[in-house]
């Protein structure tokens, strides 16, 4: 079975300023990706950036950055600069390799909230 | 190349009803996954379809099914709708297998009164 677990229900953050969402995983597959989405109040969920388990170097899409820290399993998005369009709701994912794992399991989800 | 397209946006169904909802992939993706989002259940993985099979199935009951067509779009049916299948419904497809990056529809918001 696969878990995520995001601890942040919800975060408050001054515009400019750096984030960074939290997310742990556990599965027991070898080989996984990770991903993380964004879902604005539309609804639509908004592909951010991925992490394939054997990657060595850690993802970078923009002022997206995944801190990528395996022997934690932790997958931790970072905000570069927010912007207030960077309100939504966040929500960390993977998937496995092996068979019946090949589907997106999410965590809860951070709302993340930019103040002027 | 046009995103994932959901139809329709919005339902109002009762209860007792059934429902069908229409997903059309990204042009040439071939895998579409669709998932259910509720406040207390949050994000949860219905089934996933590849040239007209389906290839994995989440733990829903019998009255949640799908097909999907030569053509790649894929629809889902719920029948005997109950107050609590009330959800966003999110369809994603990839190239060719959910393993890869899944893009995402609008969803579709489904009321049962």
């Known amino acids: 079975a696969q878990k995520i677990t995001q601890t942040q229900p919800g975060m408050f953050v001054q515009e400019k300023e750096a984030v960074t969402l939290d997310c742990t995983y556990d599965t027991s597959d070898q080989s996984y990706g990770l991903f993380w989405y964004k879902q604005p109040s539309s609804g639509e969920m908004i592909f951010l950036i991925y992490q394939g388990s054997y990657d060595e170097q850690n993802a970078t899409e923009g002022r997206y950055s995944l801190n990528f820290q395996k022997a934690r399993k932790s997958a931790n998005l970072v905000i570069s600069a927010s912007q207030l369009g960077d309100s939504a709701m966040y929500f960390c994912?993977?998937?496995?390799?092996?068979?019946?794992?090949?589907?997106?399991?999410f965590g809860t989800g951070t709302r993340l909230t930019i103040i002027p | 190349k046009a995103g994932v397209t959901q139809t329709p946006r919005y339902l109002i169904k009762t209860r007792g009803q059934q429902v069908t909802l229409s997903c059309s992939p990204i042009?040439?993706?071939?895998?579409v996954s669709w998932y259910q989002q509720t406040p207390g259940q949050g994000l949860q993985f219905l089934f996933e379809?590849?040239?007209?099979?389906?290839?994995n199935k989440g733990n829903f009951p019998g009255r949640f099914s799908g097909r999907q067509f030569s053509n790649s779009r894929s629809e889902m049916n719920v029948s005997t709708l109950e107050l609590g299948d009330s959800a966003l419904y999110l369809c994603a497809s990839s190239p060719w297998s959910p393993k890869e990056t899944q893009y995402f529809g609008p969803g579709t918001r489904l009321l049962v009164l």
């Open positions: 379809y590849f040239s007209e099979t389906q290839r």
């Open positions: 994912a993977m998937r496995g390799d092996n068979f019946g794992n090949e589907k997106l399991t």
């Open positions: 042009s040439g993706h071939r895998s």
